[in-house]
């Protein structure tokens, strides 16, 4: 199953391509920044999501973090340690897409083969819970 998650609203910066989306998700800043910050001030929330991903996103924009959502964390943190329960890998370009309409491009991105799911798939849908803590 595709997981279905978006991206907070302040994350959003103005890409120097008129063509590109104006209001494009700052994947580093959401990552490095505010997902870490949401999680240490809602820690309990993000343990009920009770397990470890690791999202590796490619291109320009991307990077690999390791998001622990379980007892032993939580915590968000840049790099691949291993251990992670579910991996999902997409592009930055694709990234965008998803967060622009989850749910419906999330199923076309995973169809489509450019959202790959290791591990426990169904640990992706639970993504939407902790994307929502950045809100």
Same mark, same amino acid.
């Given at each position: 199953?595709?997981?279905?998650?978006?991206?907070?609203?302040?994350?959003?910066?103005?890409?120097?391509?008129?063509?590109?989306?104006?209001?494009?998700?700052?994947?580093?800043?959401?990552?490095?920044?505010?997902?870490?910050?949401?999680?240490?001030?809602?820690?309990?929330?993000?343990?009920?999501?009770?397990?470890?991903?690791?999202?590796? *996103?490619?291109?320009?924009?991307?990077?690999?973090?390791? *998001?622990?959502?379980?007892?032993?964390?939580?915590?968000?943190?840049?790099?691949?340690?291993?251990?992670?329960?579910?991996?999902?890998?997409?592009?930055?370009?694709?990234?965008?897409?998803?967060?622009?309409?989850?749910?419906?491009?999330?199923?076309?991105?995973?169809?489509?083969?450019?959202?790959?799911?290791?591990?426990?798939?169904?640990?992706?849908?639970?993504?939407?819970?902790?994307?929502?803590?950045?809100?």
């Amino acid at each position: 199953m595709p997981p279905a998650f978006g991206a907070r609203a302040s994350s959003r910066t103005a890409r120097a391509n008129p063509e590109e989306d104006s209001m494009a998700v700052d994947i580093k800043k959401l990552f490095n920044e505010e997902l870490p910050g949401a999680i240490a001030t809602k820690p309990d929330a993000a343990k009920e999501i009770g397990a470890k991903y690791q999202l590796n *996103i490619s291109g320009d924009d991307g990077g690999e973090w390791f *998001i622990d959502c379980t007892d032993s964390g939580p915590k968000a943190e840049a790099g691949n340690p291993g251990g992670a329960d579910c991996t999902i890998e997409m592009t930055s370009e694709d990234f965008q897409k998803l967060v622009e309409n989850p749910q419906a491009n999330g199923m076309q991105l995973f169809f489509a083969g450019k959202l790959k799911v290791t591990g426990n798939q169904m640990l992706a849908m639970k993504l939407q819970k902790l994307f929502d803590l950045a809100k």
